[in-house]
T-cell receptor
Framework: GDSVTQTEGQVALSEEDFLTIHCNYS??????LFWYVQYPGEGPQFLFR?????EKGSSRGFEATYDKGTTSFHLRKASVQESDSAVYYC????????????FGIGTRVLVRP | ETAVFQTPNYHVTQVGNEVSFNCKQT?????MYWYKQDSKKLLKIMFS???????VNETVPRRFSPQSSDKAHLNLRIKSVEPEDSAVYLC???????????FGPGTRLTVL
């Protein structure tokens, strides 16, 4: 079945550091790929999506590029802030018409002031 | 305010009891979902409804049953809860067609 593998555990950074969270997927065809962010006590929030090879998604300074060759959708941010501390999820939907989201295990990001 | 609303925020109950959680969305979406988030933050879809019709039904125990009165409401009933049902239950909504899903704040269930 479809699956998403992302950076496990916690990533600890200082403010203004560069953030990368790796995400690789396994699915047939061209799944839609998503990044979500979850702050404590809240539900996940949609960050952005991409649905075609080489398409770049971005929001709030975060970005990721759909790469079908390496089946990846890595999340990057050039300069993190303390307010970026949260859990980040990579997810996929089977194709652009699909509704069943499969999530990765989540990566906790802790940004020290 | 347009959003996804869930009640209650928390619920503590004993093994064997029945519980019900409510979800309402005011975003005008036609599709709603229930997810379970365990203590390790793993998110798994349980059910999905489109215009009151069940479209996704993952392998969950039969004691879980979703209930949809209209496209803006999707409730979840758990008959005879078990300790492994302790988790956060998240409701979400979207338009049909692989669009982004909007989540409510969740209901935390603790089964003693």
């Amino acid at each position: 079945g479809d699956s998403v593998t992302q950076t496990e555990g916690q990533v600890a950074l200082s403010e203004e550091d560069f953030l990368t969270i790796h995400c690789n997927y396994s699915a047939s065809g061209y799944p839609a790929l998503f990044w979500y962010v979850q702050y404590p006590g809240e539900g996940p929030q949609f960050l952005f999506r991409a649905s075609r090879d080489k398409e770049k998604g971005s929001s709030r300074g975060f970005e990721a590029t759909y790469d079908k060759g390496t089946t990846s959708f890595h999340l990057r941010k050039a300069s993190v802030q303390e307010s970026d501390s949260a859990v980040y999820y990579c997810a996929l939907a089977p194709n652009s018409a699909g509704n069943k989201l499969t999530f990765g295990i989540g990566t906790r990001v802790l940004v020290r002031p | 305010e347009t959003a996804v609303f869930q009640t209650p925020n928390y619920h503590v109950t004993q093994v064997g009891n029945e519980v019900s959680f409510n979800c309402k969305q005011t975003l005008g979406h036609d599709t709603m979902y229930w997810y379970k988030q365990d203590s390790k933050k793993l998110l798994k879809i349980m059910f999905s409804y489109n215009n009151k019709q069940l479209i996704v039904n993952e392998t969950v125990p039969r004691r879980f049953s979703p209930q949809s009165s209209d496209k803006a409401h999707l409730n979840l009933r758990i008959k005879s809860v078990e300790p492994e049902d302790s988790a956060v239950y998240l409701c979400a909504s979207s338009y049909l067609g692989g669009r982004e899903q909007y989540f409510g704040p969740g209901t935390r269930l603790t089964v003693l």
